[in-house]
């Protein structure tokens, strides 16, 4: 098992590529499903989970060359509508699979992901909104089995999931008639799902806001998509920078998808350089405390709750901080008291109450948002040297993070353990 060792107390400088946004590339690979041609996907990132769902949809007959950057899914071998447990406990994203095979084989067979570190994670909003569009749902030893025709519907959503939007979204794609679906997730990712099944002849409008409106089609060709910059990605290393120190330029990102953490840097402290897909950031000589809570998009993403609240434990003075979209997203806590750091928990929120400096220990990543708040710790602890286990955590969200950083002059490295 690898682990990574970080030295810290290093400012970062120079200037860092932000990859494709994992989260978007995971729902454009299943949309492929619903091509009767091949699709080409450009800025793929080359991490775990993509690789998991290359071989979930392989497992089903799919055609998958994925090279570089480079991902080409031909559909037309498809011979199984059944996702296996095995492959989707390994990923919960592979239930996004749901959708495109009952719309395209009118059934479908897929593990219940079950749960993870960070909570429960149901799929009820998923079902509801596919029984909505006229599918017999049943569960059958751990599976979802579902089957039937679809027609179109108006859906509104408990809550604006992400993936039971991209689930449902996908499969109205090809109901008879039309589907109003409200209350659903404005996340980017969403509207670049959108763009990718508009390019396949998808009659969709609306994403990004919250009603989407998708007029069925008969069929879909394959097209061709370069995928999101990953904005979570982004804001990881513009946080990092913010409690490392130092002066980074984030290339290829977008900062209109992160709205309210440009925000919260700045009102940290950062003095933060929007130009085109570039975003600079200068970090304060010490962060200042602040309040956030996270919230569905455009609010501050659950996504980079930990690596902030890393943030805020070397800040000057009190921050709260309140988790409203998971129910157990505190799992670096524990390890970032190992480090130094003064948290207290009540419910959903942490009071992080900053302390001059850090110092470096061993700690274990619990999920993958935690272990890049963990890096971001020992990126910033003024001593001592941090080993982070389990490393295989950060690995299905991030590529190569401890070379990316070490470019930025971090004295950080990955050893066989
Ligand atoms: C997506 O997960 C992301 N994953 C998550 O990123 C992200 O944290 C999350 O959206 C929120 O932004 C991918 O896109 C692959 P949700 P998803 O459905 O779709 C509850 C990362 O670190 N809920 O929006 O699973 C659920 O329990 C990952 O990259 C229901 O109750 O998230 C949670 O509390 C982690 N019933 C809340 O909604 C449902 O049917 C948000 O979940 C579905 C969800």
Do not use: W
Not at 31 to 39: H, M, Q, S, V
Not at 46 to 63: A, N, P
Not at 104 to 114: D, H, I, N, T
Not at 373 to 389: C, D, F, M, R
């Amino acid at each position: 098992m690898d682990k990574i060792l970080i030295r810290g107390g290093k400012p970062l400088h120079g200037s860092v590529q932000v990859r494709g946004a994992k989260n978007a590339a995971l729902p454009l690979m299943a949309a492929a499903i619903l091509a009767e041609g091949p699709c080409t996907l450009h800025n793929v990132p080359c991490l775990h989970d993509i690789f998991s769902m290359d071989k979930l949809l392989t497992s089903m007959g799919m055609s998958v060359e994925f090279t570089g950057r480079y991902m080409t899914l031909d559909a037309s071998s498809m011979n199984s509508y059944t996702a296996s447990y095995d492959l989707v406990r390994k990923m919960r994203a592979s239930f996004f699979v749901l959708g495109p095979l009952l719309a395209k084989f009118k059934k479908a067979r897929v593990s219940l992901p079950g749960g993870c570190a960070i909570g429960t994670r149901p799929v009820d909003i998923h079902l509801k909104g596919l029984e909505a569009l006229g599918a017999k749902i049943c569960i059958e030893e751990g599976y979802v089995v579902a089957d039937g025709e679809l027609t179109g519907a108006d859906f509104a959503m408990d809550f604006p999931s992400v993936g039971a939007t991209e689930n449902v979204m996908m499969a109205a794609c090809r109901a008879k008639g039309v589907t109003r679906l409200s209350n659903v997730a404005r996340e980017p990712e969403i509207a670049d799902l959108a763009r990718f099944l508009n390019a396949m002849g998808a009659r969709i409008s609306g994403a990004g806001t919250d009603l989407i409106t998708i007029v069925g089609v008969d069929s879909l060709s394959g097209a061709e998509h370069v995928v999101v910059a990953d904005r979570i990605e982004a804001g990881t290393f513009l946080i990092a920078t913010m409690a490392a120190g130092g002066d980074v330029t984030v290339l290829n990102a977008n900062a209109d998808h992160l709205p309210t953490c440009i925000a919260k840097l700045r009102e940290a402290g950062g003095e933060i350089e929007v130009h085109g897909a570039r975003i600079r950031v200068r970090a304060p000589e010490r962060p200042k405390a602040v309040d956030l809570t996270t919230q569905p998009y455009p609010g501050f993403a659950t996504d980079l709750q930990a690596q902030i609240m890393a943030m805020l434990t070397v800040a000057d003075g009190v921050s709260v901080i309140r988790e409203t979209v998971f129910e157990n997203r505190f799992m670096q806590v524990a390890e970032l008291v190992r480090m130094g750091a003064q948290i207290d928990l009540d419910g959903n929120s942490a009071i992080v109450r900053g302390v001059p400096a850090l110092s470096g220990a061993p700690v274990m990543a619990s999920d993958l948002r935690a272990s890049a708040a963990l890096i971001i710790a020992g990126l910033a602890a003024k001593k001592g040297e941090t080993a982070i286990a389990r490393v295989y955590h950060i690995d299905r969200g991030y590529e190569r993070i401890e070379e990316r950083l070490a470019s930025l002059g971090a004295d950080i490295e990955r050893v066989n353990d």
